[in-house]
């Protein structure tokens, strides 16, 4: 059964839009736990348009579930890995001009760099997932970076509004699921997930986490942290 990992970045994004001490993410973070969540998900971009280092390093000590490290494969945020020590990191694609992160991780593209990164944090004794689209190429890269994860990017699945498109998106999803996991790589997922399209991905085979956000920091917006962590959870589930 997959689990809920609840990415907590915009509660930081109200905060940093005031430039102000609240809402903390280390308090919702603590709330998302209560309500169930099985891990603590934030992305230190490199322009912190959200999550702040202070907030990373105050997690590190306060989370009681898992803490999951999103951030560019990039010198800095290695150096930043290495110092506060979650208790993993995925590498994620990133531009400074985009909104949210677009697509996954050209794992090929990066090559022997990447590679090395993966190295570099895994001899330190922090696993790596790389954020990719579930292409058997991509998949297959990843495996040589010698990187534990992969997190597959239900991006194109989320914005899929006819049946037929969700169904073939689906298919390629459950078809990487599987590739991956043939590959001796751990499998999970997210992007673009809600309360309406998340339940078909929680029900993929082999499936072990879903990253969830924006929607639920959307809803808790009107119905409260609590409640929003607890029905996507439900949801998850099958309840």
Known sequence: MATLGV??????????????VEPDPVTAAAIAELAGADGITVHL????????ERDVQILRQTVRTHLNLEMAAV?????????VRP??????????????TEGGLDVIKGGD??????????????????FVDADPEQLKAAVQ???QWVELHTGKYANC????????????????????TSL?????????????NTRAIAQIPLMEELNIGHSIISRAVLVGLDRAVREMKALIIGN
């Open 75 to 83: 010198p800095e945020m290695v150096a930043i890995a290495l110092q």
């Open 145 to 147: 970076t010698g990187a």
């Open 45 to 52: 971009r490199e322009d912190r348009r959200h999550i702040q």
């Open 113 to 130: 760099t990447l590679t090395k990164i993966v190295e570099t944090l895994q001899e330190a004794g922090i696993p790596v997932s790389l």
């Open 87 to 100: 208790d993993y990191v995925t590498l994620v694609p990133e531009r400074r001009e985009e909104v949210t």
């Open 161 to 180: 509004r006819q049946e037929a498109d969700i169904k073939a998106e689906l298919k390629i999803l459950t078809r990487g699921a599987e590739l991956a």
């Open 184 to 196: 001796g790589l751990r499998v999970n997922a997210g992007h673009g997930l809600t309360y309406q």
């Open 7 to 20: 990415n907590i970045d915009h509660i930081a994004t109200i905060r940093q839009a005031r430039r102000t």
